[in-house]
């Protein structure tokens, strides 16, 4: 207990301190006062629980001291110095909420204990009931605040019950919202983005962002409040009024954008929040929070901290085709690096198809991911076609959706995405067989020349051998003969082609290099067990994902 003793006279402070010093325990004197002026000023600038104080005294006197005291610090306890011709000023310091008195003629070292002793357990018995009181006050808050967040969220997944109840719950709730002009913006945190925050206990952090939200909101709009949606997501409601200085779109991009300010400011939180339209009905909210979050998902994906109106980013994702002009020539390159047999290479293609897509931003956390899941599963399929261990490739197969669904951000996919296809390829690479240098270079010659009239004549004048021994060397190499090779090329880019694309059978036929369409179906069915057609149907639900 810190106790401050106060007294004109320093002979009488130090006989106090000595006194309290034989104490012992932790009742210690932290400060001296010659007066009531510096008592006050004392105790505006230390942490005092006790002040001890002589009745008469030059200015302030003690009387006054305790007055000040109880309505400037409530909770510090004072005790009166007083002689038998003071009484009557200690029986007035009492009224004015002195704790007890001490005659300086009668004061013993067990009754100095006691004193201190009670003063010291009213203090404990005081902080005990605060936290309890603090504590109440606390499972209230959460208890309105699980409230409140069961009903929103019956609301926003159009309830009609909950929609009917809108303006008794609102009444309840102490909320300041109306059914009419009512809009819904989604705050979300950056993944990663939090390493600076200012509160490290995750529910404390998220009651604080509440406050801040709807501080905010009070001091914006007059109104509105917040809710955590989903994990690190905040949905918040606000009337979105038409001023004479502001339109309604303006108003909202304004309150969002102080929202994120504060969010920063106070808890070193950054985030992007994506606005829905504004429609007339309570019924329409389940299709607000779509919008809402649709917009915030492109932003946070990203990593851009800033607010994304809906109708904006839903006119951008209606002209963003998954294959947008900037990603289709690296997508494209990759398919046919693979189909050569450049694992490093098509490596290469896949970052720039990364790459391009964070710096247009244009597509959408879902539209990212496919992109991701369609060139991993090319080369997974790639790899089958090598006859690589098929247990290895299944696993890996069964495991990326998931992985890939797991990425809450750009940074975090590409990251990711990097890493198992560079994995991917090394093990491609490492695995492939490697021929004698001739047979490695008609290998090539043939993946890239596979659509053309190729013959034997023609790939064994490239290596510069004669037919008959390249003839002898090639299928000595590959357990092939040429035209078994040839056909196994075209077949493998054929299934590649069927997978990824809707094309007409003919056209197959004819890109792989069969101008005869019967043939090529022959052919076909009888390396892959079952028709173009079939194929192409069978993997229908690929190129849906």
Known sequence: MNILIVDDERIIREWFRMTVDKLGGDCRIIGEAASGEEALAFCRQHQVDLVVTDVKMPGMDGLELIKRLKEEQPGVRSVIFSSYSEFH????????????????????????????QKIKRDIEMERSKALELNSLRHVLNQNEQVLRTAYFGELLQGSAQAAQQFASKMSYFGIALQEKNLALMA????????????????????????????????????????????????MLLVNASTSGM???RELLLLTASRVA???????????????????????????????????????????DK?????????????????????????????HRLLGEGKPQEALQQFGHVLTKAGEDRLLSPKQMKAIVL??????????????LPGDRLEALSAEITGQIV?????????????????????WLEASRPRYAEPVERACEYIRLNYAGEITLKEVSTHVHLSR?????????????NFNEYVMQVRMEQAKNILKHQHMRIFDVAEQVGYANPSYFIKLFKKYAGVSPYEYMELHSSFRAR
């Not at 950054?270 to 606005?275: F, L, M, P, V, Y």
């Not at 904006?312 to 690296?330: C, Q």
């Not at 369609?374 to 006859?387: D, F, G, M, V």
């Not at 951000?409 to 990097?418: F, G, R």
Request: glycine letters at 6%; charged letters at 20%; a negative charge.
């Open 406 to 426: 797991q990425q809450e951000s750009y940074h975090q996919l590409a990251a990711w995405a990097t890493g198992a296809v560079r994995e991917l390829m090394d």
């Open 468 to 480: 008959t021994y390249f003839s002898e060397l090639f299928k000595k190499e590959t357990g092939l």
């Open 246 to 248: 502001k339109s309604q």
């Open 374 to 387: 369609e060139l991993i599963y090319s080369a997974i399929n790639w790899a089958r076609s090598l006859q």
């Open 306 to 334: 800033s607010v994304a109106y809906f109708q904006d980013s839903d006119m951008m994702s209606l002209h963003s085709d998954v294959r947008t002009p900037s990603l289709k020539p690296h997508m494209d390159s990759f």
């Open 187 to 234: 705050f979300g945190i950056i993944p990663g983005s939090v390493k600076n925050k200012r509160i490290s206990d995750p529910e404390l952090l998220q009651q604080a962002m509440i406050n801040i939200i709807n501080e905010t909101l009070l001091t914006e709009t007059g109104g509105g409040c917040s809710f955590l949606y989903m994990n690190e997501v905040y």
């Open 89 to 116: 000023f200690a029986a007035e310091a009492l009224k004015l909420g002195a704790n007890e008195y001490i005659l300086k003629a009668e004061i013993t070292l067990p009754g100095l204990e006691d004193i201190l």
């Open 261 to 303: 300010e504060n969010a920063r400011r106070f808890l070193g939180v950054e985030s992007a929040i994506g606005i829905s339209m504004t429609y007339s009905s309570l019924s329409y909210l389940p299709e607000q929070a779509r919008e809402a979050l649709e917009a915030l998902d492109r932003k946070r994906f990203y990593g």
